[in-house]
């Protein structure tokens, strides 16, 4: 059974910075597309950062310039680096992989992070 773990949320200050991480474990034979997505309350999820698995990466415009993903595919696990916080940055932030493992080629989530950036 495959599963996604994310970690590193937290409550900040405007201007400050995040790392979050998300680990994929279970019998998974390859990982191709890693994403962040966030969901801000009583607004539609959206996708944060994309990372393909040749490394190339998509940003949403709201963030591009301060946020970046990378992704270590010895540990399967996929970073988001979160600088210069803005209050409208706050979010439940998910993990989201296509994972090739025993069960065929799925989509999965993970559980989510909450992030808060206070003014």
């Known amino acids: 059974q495959v599963q996604l773990v994310e970690s590193g949320g937290g409550l900040v200050q405007l201007g400050e910075s995040l790392r979050l991480s998300c680990a994929a474990s279970g019998s998974i034979y390859s990982i191709y597309t890693m994403n962040w997505y966030r969901q801000a309350p009583g607004k539609q999820r959206e996708l944060v950062a994309r990372?393909?698995?040749?490394?190339?990466?998509n940003y949403a415009d709201s963030v591009s310039g301060r946020f970046t993903i990378s992704r270590d595919n010895a540990k399967n696990t996929v970073y988001l680096e979160m600088n210069s916080l803005k209050p409208e940055d706050t979010a439940v932030y998910y993990c989201?992989?296509?994972?090739?493992?025993?069960?065929?080629?799925?989509?999965?989530w993970g559980q989510g992070t909450q992030v808060t950036v206070s003014s």
């Open positions: 990372i393909i698995s040749g490394g190339s990466t």
């Open positions: 989201n992989a296509l994972i090739n493992a025993y069960a065929g080629v799925r989509d999965y």
